[in-house]
């Protein structure tokens, strides 16, 4: 069976030619219809760059594309123009970013910034506009939906508004949702909230989620398969199952070891010690080895590769557990 989307041999650098530093190395990654995929790693592994080389949103000049297909039904997105590709952006691939009040224009109302998306991709009256979008917001359990129309983003609560980005993610019915840590900005309850509210739209909709964490308790919940990225690259891809009772990489087994305790929010086992590398100095060999207890010199000299295999179960080391 074809993926809906596929990222094949993904690399961007700070410039595109091969002598300018790559952030992104060699990713591959594929998410099934109806599935809800997951991207995890510590803060500055490139899991947003590679949500946004999905939508072709590459902060320029910054941040250039080197090389690499992002395949969606099939379809190559690299090689379609701006236009072709604002045609499927927001209406078959959406995305939920990760600070609503960043992505939310504070100068326009709620009503205008939903309204804009229904513009976008359908020839629908405003009256039927209006009639969606306060469809939508019920959908996504804003209160007084009719109301909030007419409020301005900073009117409402951080939740609030993470449930309008929803909304208008959700507006034009996409096939796939890019989900970029959609909940880091909340607070716990309304975290909860949210991640129920995506569990339920899954459910109802046949939705396909790539959904961005690096809260492995998430994951646990909402996800078919994960993917564990770690200074640019992806290290480790397999179901959640597998992966939760037998992390192969020893920096997923690390990221495993943190999550708090239930109950016990404040015992973290077993940080892994050390930070995700700087770009301008990547370690030789497996980018892990300075953090890893079982690195040997082999691990030091020599780089590891990984081969997905459909369906199963693939890891980036030379000593796996
Ligand atoms: N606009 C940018 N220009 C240059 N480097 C960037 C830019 N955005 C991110 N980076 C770098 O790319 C790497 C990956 O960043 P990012 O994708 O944001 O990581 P994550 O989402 O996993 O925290 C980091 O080293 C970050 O410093
Ligand atoms: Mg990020």
């Not at 796939?176 to 909860?192: G, H, K, R």
């Not at 920096?251 to 015992?267: A, F, M, Q, V």
């Amino acid at each position: 069976m074809e993926a809906l989307l596929e990222v094949k041999n993904l690399n961007v650098g700070t410039g595109a030619s091969e002598d300018d530093i790559k952030i992104l190395n060699d990713i591959n990654l594929y998410v099934n219809r109806n599935e809800t995929v997951a991207i995890v790693g510590e803060s500055g592994c490139g899991k947003s760059l590679t949500a946004l080389s999905i939508m072709g949103l590459l902060p320029i000049p910054a941040t250039k594309l080197i090389s690499g297909e992002i395949k969606y039904e099939g379809k190559d997105l690299t090689k379609l123009s701006e236009k072709e590709l604002n045609r499927i952006r927001g209406k078959d691939i959406a995305m939920i970013f990760q600070e609503p009040m960043s992505s939310l224009n504070p100068s326009f109302t709620i009503g205008n910034q939903l309204a804009e998306v229904f513009k976008c991709h359908t020839r629908f009256s405003k009256s039927e506009i209006k009639k969606r979008s306060i469809e939508l917001l019920t959908k996504v359990r804003v209160s007084d939906p009719e109301e909030k129309l007419s409020a301005y983003p900073y009117q409402l609560s951080g939740g609030m508004r993470q449930r309008v980005m929803i909304a208008m993610a959700l507006a034009c019915n996409p096939k796939i949702i890019l989900a970029d840590e959609p909940t880091t900005a909340l607070d716990v309850t309304i975290q909860a909230q949210i991640i129920d509210l995506l569990k339920e739209l899954q459910q109802e909709f046949g939705m396909t989620i790539l959904m961005i964490t690096h809260d492995l308790g998430v994951v646990a919940e909402t996800c078919d398969r994960i993917i564990v990225m770690y200074a640019g690259e992806v290290v480790e891809e397999g179901r959640v199952k597998e992966i939760f009772h037998h992390p192969r990489h020893p920096y997923t087994k690390g990221l495993l070891d943190s999550i708090p305790i239930i109950g016990k929010p404040l015992e973290r086992l077993n940080l892994i010690k050390g930070n995700v590398p700087d770009l301008n100095s990547m370690p030789s060999g497996c980018r892990f080895h300075p953090r890893c207890e079982l690195a040997t010199n082999h691990c030091k000299d020599s780089k590891p590769g990984i081969e997905l295999t459909s369906g199963g179960r693939s890891v980036r080391c030379w000593h796996p557990h």
